[in-house]
């Protein structure tokens, strides 16, 4: 049964509601503001448990109705909104209670719902200048259906997406897109309708916030599709934290005590969610906070820093350092294919002259290991292959005096940690995607169980994680960078240095 037939079956409501009286009070919280308001073709609200996400959704859709413009016929603006969800378990125990805590049955009709079937609503609504709204809303779920064979038949004006993130990808990325805007028909349509698509005809969603494997990861932070939008709420426990006034006084602190650490994370503190196969090498990084909001552009009055970690796996990040320690990371170079010393020194040099034309002081940090002879050939130094094929000497290198693990991740640890009159000591452009999926998810302590069936943690990451070379290459870089003695020039050096651990601390004095 098509959804226009399904409309058939609801009668015009004889009730007629105020909008004004529905939207006079907004969920609090700068975020669900600008989600409520936000133009984005595809807009996505990711929030902790009980933020005021899905109330604000409703309301956005309801808002963009009332976009539509009024039928030549008889005045009145005619939409159409989908309530999508991934089950009908979820769409009747979560959704609807959540849609009738705003928006009562006894406001307007009520058809259908239960036993996995949809439920349909009409409300008609007076709107401030004169003119009246008929809003059906069609509540179904994918479950487990084709997504094509779902969306084949919706006639929407706009949708909402509750639970984005249990979607299958298709649904935002490809169907759904294409099946707003459909509503209303064209007897209902003047002849300047398409001026009003922008505002009336869009898909919007909520969810918590997922693991980074979920393909919403890709789609709104690493690779952004054009025209869509996240926006991301503070954590339930971060200053800033929103709707806090419609829930019981220590809602997260009592909800967190019954949590893992992964659930907390995710239902609570809205971070993404790392990879259950082991734990962040640093729980101090908070994306919200070390994101740069925007780019970080590079000072050529300071000298820009690079770390460099060597191998077949080699790879090198820029940073600059403020006058009060912070660390800027601006980029990253990180081949897609492995290489050797020769082949990645050109390739570094035509970065550096591309991406920094204009630096007139480069420091280079490689790793130490960089330094040490070839297993097979004592002459054999793969720190001077780089050099030469980059068109860079000796003079151009700091090496840090070592690459013990404790030293290199404190390095790292200690900006992260520090705030300076508020601001972070470490910013990040959010460019640099690979350091960023480390610091999320992929740069992790592996957990494995013992002999005993217990669970325990290596001291160190996991060696093959692609992660695990763009953040050695920034602990050379923040070691490096750090100012504090202990550094070698590394001239001439060719020695098997031993990488015993150390708590040493670059950022405190000798």
């Known amino acids: 049964m098509t959804t226009d037939a399904l409309s058939d079956q609801l009668p015009k409501p004889s009730r007629v509601n105020a909008v004004s009286d529905v939207i006079s009070v907004l969920p609090k919280g700068e975020k669900n503001l600008e989600f409520l308001t936000h133009p984005a073709s595809v807009c996505v609200e990711m929030g902790p448990f009980g933020s005021g996400k899905t109330t604000t959704l409703f309301l956005k859709k309801l808002l963009c109705s009332v976009r539509v413009p009024p039928s030549p016929l008889d005045g009145v603006r005619y939409a159409r909104t989908g309530i999508i969800r991934d089950t009908y378990r979820n769409l009747d125990i979560n959704t609807i209670p959540s849609w009738e805590e705003r928006f009562p049955r006894e406001m307007g009709e009520w058809r259908g719902g239960g036993n996995g079937e949809p439920a349909r609503a009409r409300l008609r609504f007076s709107l401030p200048d004169g003119s009246e709204l008929d809003w059906e809303i069609l509540f179904t779920a994918v479950g487990d259906r084709n997504v094509k064979e779902f969306c084949d038949g919706l006639q929407l004006t706009n949708a909402a997406v509750d639970g984005v993130d249990a979607m299958p990808p298709e649904l935002l990325q490809t169907y759904l897109p294409l099946r707003i805007g459909r509503f209303p028909p064209p007897k209902h349509r003047p002849a300047d309708w398409r001026d009003y698509v922008a505002d009336s005809c869009k898909v919007s969603g909520v969810m918590n916030a997922p693991d980074m494997d979920n393909y919403t990861y890709m789609d709104f932070i690493e690779e952004p599709r054009p025209g869509w939008k996240l926006v991301v709420q503070p954590g339930g426990m971060d200053p800033g934290a929103e709707n806090l006034e419609n829930l019981p006084p220590g809602y997260y602190s009592n909800v967190v005590k019954g949590m893992n650490e992964w659930d907390a994370n995710r239902f609570v503190h809205n971070r993404f ?110 720190l001077d292959i780089f050099l030469e094929a980059a068109g860079m000497t000796r003079r151009d290198v700091e090496i840090p005096f070592t690459n013990a693990f404790t030293a290199r991740r404190e390095a790292v640890a200690t900006p992260l940690r520090e705030l300076e009159e508020g601001k972070p000591q470490f910013r990040m452009n959010a460019k640099c995607k690979a350091l960023r999926r480390g610091f999320m998810s992929g740069y992790r302590y592996e957990v494995k169980d013992n002999k005993h069936g217990e669970s325990t943690t290596k001291v160190l990451p996991v060696a093959d994680s692609p992660s695990t070379h763009p953040h050695d290459a920034l602990q050379y870089l923040a070691l490096g960078s750090s100012g504090r003695r202990g550094l070698i020039a590394g001239v001439g050096k060719k020695r098997r240095a031993g990488r015993e651990e150390t708590d040493w601390d670059p950022h405190n004095d000798f």
């Open 273 to 382: 969610g790392y990879s259950r196969s082991g734990t962040p090498v640093y729980p101090e990084y908070n994306d919200e906070l070390h994101i740069a909001k925007k780019e970080i552009e590079f000072d050529r009055g300071r000298t820009l820093h690079i770390g460099i970690d060597g191998g077949r796996d080699c790879c090198a990040i820029p940073g600059q350092r403020g006058l009060t320690g912070r660390l800027d990371v601006l980029d990253e170079l990180v081949p897609k294919e492995r290489m050797g010393a020769k082949q990645f020194g050109k390739v570094f040099a035509r970065w550096l002259a591309e991406e920094f034309p204009d630096a007139q002081d480069v420091v280079l940090h490689p790793d130490p290991a960089t330094n040490n002879p070839n297993d097979t050939n004592d002459e054999t130094v793969w």
